[in-house]
Structure formats: C-alpha cells, structure tokens
C-alpha cells in the first residue's frame, strides 16, 4: 500500500490526506482549505484527483472542495446525514458561497467508494455530527473528527452527540490493532495504540 500524503490546512490545520492510485489518479480526503497549496502538490506528484471524500461536512474540512471541483471536474462523496451541512453553510460554521456545495454521492454504512484502483469502505460513525463517516482503505483508516490519537472529536456542535459519539467509538475499537489510523486534526497512529492508551476508546467509564 502506498501511505497517503499528508498536508495540514486551512486556520485550524485539518489533515486533507492525498491517496495516490493507479494510472496517476487519486482520492482527496477532506480538503479543507488552501486550495492552491494542495493544487501544487498534486502537480508536483503528477496526480489527478478522481474523488473527493470528506468525513464530515464541517467547513475546516471542506473549504478547498469547490476550487478542487472546478479545476478537475472530480466528484464529492459525503455520509448522507451531513448532506444539509453542506447545503446550509451556517451549520457547519462556514461563512460564504464557497461553503455551500452539493454533494454528487450520498455515502451509507457498508457503502464502497472505487476509484483509480483504490477502494474505500464506508462506516458510519455519528456522534462528532449526525453524517460523519471513517473511511477504511487497504487497513488504513481515515477517521475525520471522529478519533484522534489519544482523544475524540468534540460533540457540542450542531449535530453533535456524545453517546452516539461513544458508539462510533466502540465499534471503531473493534478494528484490528494494526489498522493505520489518519485523522481530522493532528499526528497519526494505529489502532492497537488507541485501544491501548486513548481513554475515549480504551476506558468504559468514559
Ligand atoms: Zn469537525
């Protein structure tokens, strides 16, 4: 597997993650800002993204989506919940046009999302917002805002939930331990650690 390149953007660095398939294509996972940025990248790589995947519709993680749209005609995948996120900007703290966008594919538990040789599962985790999703690839797990290493996504937000959050939660723990987990904000880990040292995976009081 090839490891996904990383690139923190936007005011509150979220992680837009650069998963390079076959034939030059690639799958962008939440590109949340500085469009240009991640333009030359690509550029510099020699890839063409075939797919947008956002875990949730938050605008930290979605404010590069729409010049990306316009420069390579790619479409927008997003769980079928956070679809009013991205058609309504105020809820997800998004100010401008550039906010308000139309999802092409509206993502459900068990979906696949296939391109360029790449094939991404989608699991349902609820909780961080009512549509945020994981997306598993070749036993890498992208995780949005759902777990982070060593904490979770916060739950005082519209939508926002925390026992669904516990939930999603739970049921991530039961990945195996070798599981690549790349998350929303921050450094990367695997699942093994997580369960091992994250009390929002790892403590049932929590
Ligand atoms: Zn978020």
Redesign the pocket.
Known sequence: MQEPIILPVGPIAANCYIVPGEGGGCAVVDPGGEAARIRRLLEEQGLTPKIILLT?G?F??TGAVKELQEWYSCPLAVGAEDEELLENPPLSLGQGDRFCMKADRLLREGDTVECAGLSFTVLETPG??RG?VCYLCSGVLYS??TLFRGDC??TD?YGGDWDTLRRSLRRLAELPDETRVYP?HGPSSDMGTEKRTNPTLSDPAV
């Open positions: 949730h938050h930290d993680h961080h917002t945020g949005g805002d996504g916060r937000l929303g």
